[in-house]
């Protein structure tokens, strides 16, 4: 009788523990991302070689573009945005432009008006919402910066800088 309850009985095998999904994050991919975190930021910031200085690599490249350049600054524009409400917006922009030399300088305030003039057209052009973030702003530079070469068409215009930018 024994021996058929022993065969009626199921016999019970060890149950395999699964990892939960919380013990798996914990004690496997957690360790794993922080090792391999750790590993590339060691890398980066200790076995990387520095880049050279700017100056070094523009010798270095030959590049004539380093050599820095001369800064004449636009008088301050001051221009409405484009607008769907009754409460209007807004520009007030402080300009640098950056030629080549000091003969350039005296040669672009004789075209200074054309410039004024077309970056006052585009200006008055844009929304609000186009002068957003980062991107909108640097847009708005590479615009002012086509314009302003188009303008002053001999002489070379290397840059457009903001010196001061107020919408609203």
Known sequence: MAAAEEAAAPTEQPKKRKLSGKRLVLFIILPVLLLGGGGAAAYFLLLKKAPPAAEDQASADGNADAVPGVYVE???????????????????????????????????????????????????????????????????????????????????????????????
């Open 74 to 168: 636009i008088p301050k524009i001051e221009a409405n945005l484009e607008s769907t409400s009754k409460r209007g917006n807004y520009l007030s922009l402080s300009l640098w432009l950056e030629v080549k030399n000091e003969e350039e300088s005296k040669k672009i305030d004789g075209v200074m008006p054309r410039i004024i003039d077309q970056f006052q057209v585009y200006l008055r052009s844009l929304r609000i919402d186009d002068l957003q973030g980062a991107d909108g702003v640097q847009r708005m530079r590479d615009e002012l910066l086509m314009r302003a070469r188009a303008a002053a068409k001999p002489i070379e215009v290397k840059d457009v800088l903001i010196k001061a930018m107020l919408a609203q």
